[in-house]
């Protein structure tokens, strides 16, 4: 089984910066893509940010240049740098990963419960 924890939520005033932290644990062989999601209340869960095993990086048009993606692959950890936030970035972020668990067994999605960011004006 695999967790993801994520970590680094809070309240920030508009025009601030956070970092969100995502942990994976548990029986991994592999770790692929990594991601950041985002739902606001109301809304659908929206892509943010991915990042693939080698580093190449994929972003919402409404968070490029603001945010930034990175990860440890040692310890298999992703974060999301997030700076200039806006009122309208508030939302529970999620953090994803696609993980295969063994040398034969097929990647699959893992998802973290979820940390809530407000931006407030």
């Known amino acids: 089984q695999v967790q993801l924890v994520e970590s680094g939520g809070g309240l920030v005033q508009a025009g601030g910066s956070l970092r969100l932290s995502c942990a994976a644990s548990g029986t991994i062989f592999r770790i692929n893509a990594m991601g950041w999601h985002r739902q606001a209340p109301g809304k659908e869960r929206e892509l943010v940010a991915v990042i693939t095993s080698g580093g190449s990086t994929t972003y919402a048009d409404s968070v490029k240049g603001r945010f930034t993606i990175s990860r440890d692959n040692a310890q298999n950890t992703a974060y999301l740098q997030k700076t200039s936030l806006k009122t309208e970035d508030t939302a529970v972020y999620y953090c994803?990963?696609?993980?295969?668990?063994?040398?034969?067994?097929?990647?699959?999605?893992?998802w973290g419960q979820g940390t809530q960011v407000t931006v407030s004006s």
């Open positions: 994803s990963a696609d993980v295969a668990t063994s040398y034969s067994t097929r990647p699959r999605g893992y």
